[in-house]
């Protein structure tokens, strides 16, 4: 143990951030959908996909800064954690503004910003997991 | 249900804080001011920032202020604390039907409509449509219409009207109907019978307009758009953005002409009989596009909607895209002038005056997607050889007071033959009559 001296993310914070992954890869399948399709309910999906994944975000990153400051090392990937959850979160409100544009003005910087963001959300739960762990699993 | 459905969500809470604050941003931009009136309006290029451009005037009371007329003309309100009044006729005795009430039924697709909903209402009135007709009577002649009375009721957010002998025509949001009419009557006989439905699913744009044809044999329906540019689905907009034709007698109809986004009024040229709408165009390009316009319908012309706007400007925000389409439509006569959002149309006649004689008066219910508002006013179109001639010159003005409220949004306009115009005001509820009183 290097990182949190056994502060692990509390399960809720685990599912919060996990639940960005799909909810993000949602939005980038359902704009795929829509730009081979131009079935118009794709885009409807994606605009949700994203605003739930916004939520979700928000919230996770909401619990990585309790993280941060409960936790004794201020240093390195306790930082750079909630700071990749935050770019993830900027960019992916970013992409809902553009998702609300009407129709296919959507596309094509809509299905590039979902990709974008989808990896953005892997890094962050990786890095939130692969430091933490949950639960005290680690 | 007739209003616009905003389902709760949780999600959307917490988006109309965020966006609310966003919209503050955005509108911190200027709008380049265009000259956009006429057969050759300036057109830029289409822009969208991450926020649409978006000023909701708030609504404030009228109190003592009257709207302004020009010289020799006064104006006074003869009805209010209507429900919605949106379109009225003058039956050839002089008495005045109003058409009332709020349709469409078209629900929130995306977080973005439950927002922009949200802030949209904020610019129209709370009071729930009339879904009636009311009759307005002046018996004296003294321009006071001492008898309001309900004329029909139960109707589905009436809005285009037209008299034809002894049939009033009516057209709701689902369906054209038709009244037997006595002169002087001041109430229906019974329900009305049904010449034939009309396109009325989601209604994102539920206003029929009506013009008859002018020897009665045909109705002229408007049907607006399902979207502002198709972000309803292609299949939403199966029999809309057209002019229906409609036989009275049968109530077999045809696409008239095509294309035509939300042609909001409808009128016939009295010398030639000629179909003339206005037309508002599409939203969320810039501040700048695309102008509302006053057309001339032609029988069997696409207007553009949804592929291209102004003749033949291809919009790229709909696919499939249809180049064939796009070859075959044509420019409208008439630029009234981006986001102005004409909602009434009607020919002036000599009792107008010389000035006012020969043009159309438009109605102009006012803009939501420009930082600097435009419309709020009624304007006058001046003809000659019975085509528009000339910058629109203003007619009815002050429906924003000096500090940018709003206490009036203008809809139909109709030429009283007695030399007045009656302008119906859906935010305040009222009917106002802009009478000539000579020199």
């Known amino acids: ?138 | 249900m007739k209003h616009s459905q905003i389902y709760p969500h949780a999600f959307s809470k917490l988006f109309v804080g965020i966006a609310l604050a966003g919209i503050l941003v955005a509108c911190a931009g200027n709008d380049p001011e265009a000259e956009q009136y006429g057969a050759n309006p300036t057109l830029p290029k289409p822009q969208r920032g991450l926020l649409p451009n978006m000023t909701i005037a708030e609504p404030t009371p009228w109190g003592d202020a009257l709207p302004k007329v020009p010289q020799g003309f006064t104006v006074s309100t003869i009805a209010s604390d209507l429900k919605v009044p949106r379109q009225t006729i003058v039956l050839p005795n002089g008495d005045i039907l109003v058409a009332e009430g709020k349709g469409g039924n078209a629900p929130a697709l995306k977080p973005k409509d439950v927002i922009a909903g949200y802030i949209k209402a904020k610019g129209t009135t709370k009071v729930k449509g009339g879904d009636r007709l009311t009759l307005l009577r002046d018996a004296d002649g003294d321009g006071v219409y001492e008898l309001k009375t309900v004329f029909a009721e139960n109707l589905n957010a009436p809005y285009g009207l037209a008299l034809v002998d002894n049939n009033l025509y009516v057209a709701n949001q689902d369906a054209l109907m038709r009244f037997e009419y006595r002169e002087g009557q001041t109430k229906a006989d019974g329900a009305p019978a049904k010449i034939t439905d009309l396109p009325s699913e989601i209604n994102h744009h539920w206003t029929k307009s009506l013009a008859a044809s002018a020897d009665g044999r045909f109705l002229y329906v408007g049907i607006g758009s399902n979207s502002n540019i198709t972000e309803r689905g292609m299949v939403a907009e199966a029999d809309r953005a057209m002019v229906w034709e409609i036989d009275a007698e049968t109530g077999a109809h045809r696409p008239y002409a095509t294309g035509l986004r939300n042609p909001t009024a409808l009128t016939i040229q009295p010398e030639t009989g000629t179909l003339w709408a206005v037309v508002n165009e599409r939203d969320e390009i810039g501040p700048n596009l695309v102008p509302d316009y006053l057309t001339s319908v032609k029988e069997g012309a696409f207007y553009g909607w949804p592929y291209s706007y102004w003749g033949q400007n291809v919009d790229e925000r709909v696919r499939p895209q249809k180049p064939e389409k796009v070859a075959s439509a044509i420019a409208p006569d008439y630029a009234l002038g981006s986001h102005v959002a004409a909602l009434g149309v009607d020919f002036s006649e000599a009792s107008m005056g010389e000035e006012f004689a020969d043009g159309v008066f438009v109605g102009q219910h006012g803009s939501w997607n420009r930082k600097n508002p435009v419309g709020y006013k009624v304007v006058f179109v001046p003809f000659s050889n019975g085509r528009p001639a000339g910058e629109p010159i203003d007619f009815v003005t002050g429906f924003r007071d000096e500090n940018g409220k709003t206490r009036g949004r203008p809809v139909g306009v109709t030429v009283d033959p007695k030399g007045a115009l009656i302008v119906a005001d859906d935010l305040a509820n009222v009917i106002w009559r802009v009478v000539r009183t000579g020199q």
């Open chain 1, 1 to 138: 143990m290097t990182v949190g001296s056994g502060r692990t993310l509390h399960p809720i914070h685990g599912a919060l951030l996990a639940g960005t992954i799909p909810l993000f890869l949602g939005g980038a399948l359902s704009d795929y959908a829509y730009s081979v399709s131009y079935q118009i309910q794709w885009a409807n999906f994606a605009s949700w996909l994203i605003a739930g994944a916004l939520v979700f975000g928000a919230l996770a990153l909401l619990c990585s800064i309790i993280h941060v400051i409960r936790s004794p090392h201020r240093g390195g990937l306790v930082i750079i954690y909630p700071l990749f959850l935050l770019a993830t979160w900027i960019l992916g409100f970013i992409n809902s503004l553009v998702h609300a544009k009407d129709a296919w003005a959507s596309m094509p910087t809509g299905f590039t910003l979902s990709i974008i963001v989808f990896l953005l959300a892997c890094i962050s739960t990786w890095i939130g997991f692969a430091k933490f762990g949950v639960g005290g699993a680690r």
